[in-house]
């Protein structure tokens, strides 16, 4: 408990960092941008493909087991994510950022390193087939729930291979062959995937410090959503998962992967349709505030 609340709080102080280099005017809109597309583009696919380059590989007989618990988890979230805004206290306009948060969970900037830290680096392997549905699903029920249906509702096949879903495919095939790259191959993509963690974490410091002081700490409708991203709809997730009988290893890695903060795609998107910066920033800033004591409160659970 006590290496997982230290983990937490060392990610929060990245982004306090990011928040004091926004307001010092060392990062802004254009240079967030930039960084976000760096971290999405190369170093996360960087950070699967090392998961999978270490001296002993996960097991292959999992692959399919998690494509299947993975899909049944986001038809949970992406349900609730349509249903319980219409029961919370917050205007039919904001519907849809409420649904993009409870949906989405930040599991590429965040997720993989504290699966990592809880369950080892191989387990990073498994959070990437787990996350295969939200890498294919944020770009399609994601879009629609920032644009509020102004954009049409499509699958865009260009996001079957996008990096990290091309990571993705390659780390299924590094696991299958059972081949063991060099060092020189190897010790790059580690290089690059360390990368991913501080960077994604400074640019949600950087968003958040957009919202006026006033407003950083939410209202109650925040708070709301927080405890259903954080808690409630992860400890459902992990009580179906052991009514069907999901293996041990799946189910404690996919509970800890639903319980995330909110995406950081959310403020992209938001960024993108000129809709819910606001909403979207202090969504996110209280989640990731919240999770440095919600997440080991989970792993109690496990």
Known sequence: MDAIVTRMIILFVLVIVGYCLSKKKMM?????????????????????LSSVMGDTLPDKGLILPLLVVGFATYVILIGAAFLLPHVLPVRPSERGIYSFMLAFGNVGFIGYPIVASIFGASAVFYASILNFPSTLLIFVFGTLFISGGEGKMRFDWRTLYCPAMIASYASIL???????????????????????????????????AQVPIRRMFGNGSIYLMSALRLMLVPLLILYLSRLCGVDKTIADINV????????????LFCIKYQRGEVVMAEG???????????????????
């Not at 802004?28 to 699967?48: A, G, M, W, Y």
């Not at 996110?284 to 109690?300: E, G, K, N, R, Y």
């Open 284 to 302: 996110t800033f209280i989640t990731t505030l919240l999770s440095v004591l919600s997440i080991p409160l989970l792993t109690m659970f496990l």
């Open 174 to 208: 590094i696991v299958v062959t059972g081949w063991v790259p060099p060092r020189v191959v190897s010790t790059p993509f580690l290089l690059l995937g360390n990368v991913t963690v501080p960077a994604a974490l400074l640019i949600i410091g950087s968003s958040i």
């Open 28 to 48: 802004d809109t254009e240079f967030d941008r930039k960084l976000s597309e760096l971290v999405i583009n190369v170093t996360c696919p960087s950070l699967i």
């Open 256 to 267: 800890v992967l639903a319980a995330m903060p909110v995406a950081s795609y959310g403020t």
